[in-house]
């Protein structure tokens, strides 16, 4: 086990600089290079994505980032962790192992965590007597339930 464990931060927002990520893993010693996509309206723009297209839903930078870094990354042994994966982590996880494929880079490992759609157990969460209400109005879900892009919980 390591004494220390470095942890760079490449991405902030959807939208921060592309470079940065390049610049984490080129330029220091790194062993976890740690990704942040997503925020409220994030989920709802990819939500609305996945909506049109099933193969969506994700941070569509991903995999043309993971062709310039994961090469280096592979050879540093670099962990990357990304929330951008978003609504469909599957078809990121799968984006990626098809850019690692082009690219040369066999038994790539990639985990994606499920779990936090709660868009289609809404009725059932709420019949168990959850009301939901909004934290600012104190009015329940039900009163836009129908309005609802996207429903989703915080892990950890």
């Not at 098809?98 to 790539?108: D, H, Q, R, S, T």
Request: charged content about 25%; proline content about 4%; glycine content about 8%.
């Amino acid at each position: 086990m390591k004494d220390k464990i470095r942890i760079a931060s490449g991405q902030g927002f959807w939208g921060d600089l592309i470079d940065a990520p390049y610049h984490q893993v080129t330029k220091g010693p790194v062993d976890y290079l740690v990704m942040d996509y997503l925020a409220e309206v994030t989920m709802s723009i990819l939500q609305k994505q996945k909506n049109k297209n099933p193969e969506l839903g994700y941070a569509r930078d991903i995999p043309d980032l993971m062709k310039r870094i994961l090469p280096i990354c592979k050879a540093k042994n670099i962990k990357v962790i990304t929330n951008g994966g978003g609504v469909n982590p599957l078809s990121c996880a799968n984006a990626v192992i098809k850019v690692a494929n082009e690219i040369g880079i066999k038994n790539l490992k990639i985990g994606i965590v499920l779990g936090d759609n709660l868009l289609d157990r809404l009725d059932q969460i709420i019949y168990s007597g959850a009301e939901l209400k909004n934290m600012e109005t104190g009015e329940p879900i039900t009163s836009v339930k129908d309005k609802l892009l996207s429903a989703n919980v915080y892990f950890g």
